[in-house]
C-alpha cells in the first residue's frame, strides 16, 4: 500500500474528465483500492475517488471516522435518491474552499465490492453526502459546480470545518 498525491484544481485535468467503467476486478484495481484507502486516512477523510489520485476509473471509497471498515464501490451507480438538505462541503481536490450546496438525505447506490461481487447500498447523512460527492468525481463534477449563490463559496484555512472528500 502506498500514500499517493492527491490530484488538485486547477492544474489536474484528470478531475474534470469521465472515468472508464472497470471490466473486472483484478490484483491492479485492488491495489489501487488500498492505496485509494491508505491515502483517504492520511489525509482525514471521509471519501476518496480514484481520479483523485490520477487514475481516470470508476472506484470510491467512503469511510466515516466512526466506522472501521472502508466501503468500497467499483462502478458504482445510483439508483435512488430522496430528500433534500443543505450541507457545507469540501473536496480533498479544491483545498481552501467550502461550499454552501444541497444534498440527498439518503441514496441507494448499486455496484460491486472489492472481489467484484454485486452489492446495493442505502446510505444516509453525511454518508449519502459523501457518496453523492465521490460518484460526482467519477464524472469529472466538484462541489464547486453545485453551489448556486455567489456567496456560497467560502474561503477557509488548511483545516477546514467541512469533512474532506
Ligand atoms: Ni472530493
Same mark, same amino acid.
Not at 458504482?76 to 439508483?79: G, K, L
Not at 448556486?148 to 456567496?151: C, F, I, V
Given at each position: 500500500m502506498a500514500v499517493r498525491e492527491i490530484c488538485r484544481l486547477p492544474g489536474d485535468q484528470v478531475l474534470r474528465q469521465k472515468a472508464k467503467r472497470v471490466p473486472a476486478v483484478d490484483g491492479s484495481i485492488q491495489s489501487l483500492i488500498d492505496d485509494m484507502v491508505e491515502t483517504m486516512r492520511q489525509r482525514d477523510g471521509v471519501g476518496l475517488a480514484a481520479p483523485q489520485i490520477g487514475? *481516470?476509473?470508476r472506484v470510491v471509497v467512503v469511510q466515516l471516522p466512526d466506522e472501521a471498515e472502508p466501503l468500497v464501490l467499483v462502478n /458504482? !451507480?445510483?439508483?435512488k435518491r430522496s430528500g433534500q438538505r443543505e450541507v457545507v462541503e469540501a473536496c480533498l481536490s479544491v483545498p481552501g474552499y467550502a461550499g454552501d450546496i444541497k444534498r440527498s438525505v439518503s441514496v441507494t447506490v448499486k455496484g460491486w465490492d472489492r472481489r467484484g461481487k454485486s452489492v446495493r447500498i442505502k446510505a444516509t447523512g453525511l454518508k449519502a453526502q459523501a457518496l453523492e460527492h465521490e460518484l460526482d468525481h467519477l464524472n469529472g463534477v466538484l462541489f464547486i459546480d453545485h453551489v !448556486? *449563490? /455567489?456567496?456560497g463559496l467560502h474561503r477557509v484555512g488548511t483545516e477546514a470545518e467541512a469533512d474532506g472528500m
Open positions: 487514475v *481516470s476509473l /458504482p !451507480e445510483i439508483v !448556486e *449563490s /455567489p456567496d
